[in-house]
Every structure is written in structure tokens, then in C-alpha cells.
């Protein structure tokens, strides 16, 4: 089984929509968990970090439930910048070794 | 300033070449990685250096050689590479209590 798992989409969503990214992980030890974006051709880049009581920078919502090993987050608003490729990753507590999911394709649509 | 920096950004290279990957970050981060992307995958860890000690080598082949010279400076040497090694191969760093990690923008490698 694999360490992370997301829904690689593609999701085409019209501006202005809300959508939303979801990701398991499968190691219960697992302490520390991310969202961070790529754009094509550029690199990974930290979008927030996944707090246990859930955390909201602007339009970006992310989720963790620890109980079901879940990552979720929440895009309100779309933009057009906020096409990417979107990937969940967790660490686990010790080896500061990031294990990443598939990433999910986002492309907003005019 | 979270900034990596990676030389060179592209990279040609025949089998029989010998080459090398630069990596440096001023942020006085502790831990440093090399990871292998190739297209429309996630990135791949292939070495992590702590205190500029190897501390993970994720079984990748010898014709792959890390080198941490000191705490700002991480290289990947390269040596008899395959075709299918070509890549984008991503440098990051992050502190060794906070896991954040910081990625550079890679160097685009292909190997003829």
C-alpha cells in the first residue's frame, strides 16, 4: 500500500468555483503534513502547512483527521493562478524523510 | 529570504560523461536532500544529509555520488548515467526541528 494516496483528478473548474483535495495516508506515526504546489516545470512549493485543528490562509482551507488518516483541502474561489498540480505530503517524526502523493491536477477554466 | 539555489538549470550530458549538480541555501538549514522527478510524478527522495552526515540513501545506484563539502552546499555527482536517469532533479533543504522543506528549481537533465 501505498504511503500517500490522492486522486490525481484532472479537476477543470470554472472561476470562481470552490473545490476541494483529498489524500490518505496510511503510516498512523505520521506527525507532520503538508500541502504544497507545483506549477509545470517549476518546483514544489510550500502551500501550507495541516494542523489537527484544521488551519485557513485566505481562500486555501486544509483539514487533518488523524482518526481516519485524512488530509483534505479546500480551494474557495477559484483563480486562474490557481492552476497547478497540487500534492500532499507527510513526514513522518523522525529521518525528516517526506513521502508524496501522486499530486491532483488543477486547471481553472475562463 | 527561503531560497535554494541550483546550477546548473539544464544539463545534456553523454553516458560516458562525468558531471555534477550544485545546491546552496544561506538559511543556516541542517538538513539537506536530493530528490528525481520525472514527468508528471511526484519527486522521488534519493539522499538526505543531516549535519552534512548522509543520513539516507534511498538504495539509488553508484553512478549517483553525493557530496555535503559544508552546511550551505550539497552536490550530486554524476557518472556513466542512463538514459532513463534524465530528469529533474530538485535540491531541498529545511531545519532539522521544523520540517518544512524548501525546495531550489531544479536542474533539467537529459543524458543522450
Known amino acids: 500500500r501505498k504511503e500517500v494516496e490522492q486522486d490525481p483528478g484532472p479537476f477543470n473548474v470554472p472561476e470562481g468555483a470552490t473545490v476541494a483535495f483529498n489524500c490518505t495516508y496510511s503510516?498512523?506515526?505520521?506527525?507532520?503534513f503538508f500541502w504544497y504546489r507545483q506549477d509545470c516545470r517549476k518546483e514544489p512549493k510550500l502551500l501550507m502547512s495541516?494542523?489537527?485543528s484544521g488551519n485557513e490562509d485566505g481562500r486555501f482551507t486544509a483539514q487533518l483527521n488523524r482518526a481516519s488518516q485524512y488530509i483534505s483541502l479546500l480551494i474557495r474561489d477559484s483563480k486562474l493562478s490557481d492552476s497547478a498540480t497540487y500534492l500532499c505530503?507527510?513526514?513522518?517524526?523522525?529521518?525528516?524523510?517526506?513521502?508524496f502523493g501522486t499530486g491532483t491536477s488543477l486547471t481553472v477554466i475562463p | 529570504d527561503t531560497e535554494v539555489t541550483q546550477t546548473p538549470k539544464h544539463l545534456v550530458m553523454g553516458m560516458t560523461n562525468k558531471k555534477s549538480l550544485k545546491c546552496e541555501q544561506h538559511m543556516g538549514h541542517r538538513a539537506m536532500y536530493w530528490y528525481k522527478q520525472k514527468a508528471k510524478k511526484p519527486p522521488e527522495l534519493m539522499f538526505v544529509?543531516?549535519?552534512?552526515?548522509?543520513?539516507i540513501n534511498e538504495s539509488v545506484p553508484s553512478r549517483f555520488s553525493p557530496e555535503c563539502p559544508n552546511s550551505s552546499l550539497l552536490n550530486l555527482h554524476l557518472h556513466a548515467l542512463q538514459p532513463e536517469d534524465s530528469a529533474l532533479y530538485l535540491c531541498?533543504?529545511?531545519?532539522?526541528?521544523?520540517?518544512?522543506?524548501?525546495f531550489g528549481p531544479g536542474t533539467r537533465l537529459l543524458v543522450l
Open positions: 544529509y543531516s549535519y552534512e552526515k548522509l543520513s
Open positions: 505530503v507527510v513526514m513522518r517524526g523522525t529521518g525528516n524523510q517526506f513521502y
Open positions: 531541498a533543504s529545511s531545519q532539522l526541528q521544523k520540517e518544512t522543506q524548501y
Open positions: 495541516v494542523y489537527s
Open positions: 503510516n498512523s506515526a505520521s506527525q507532520s
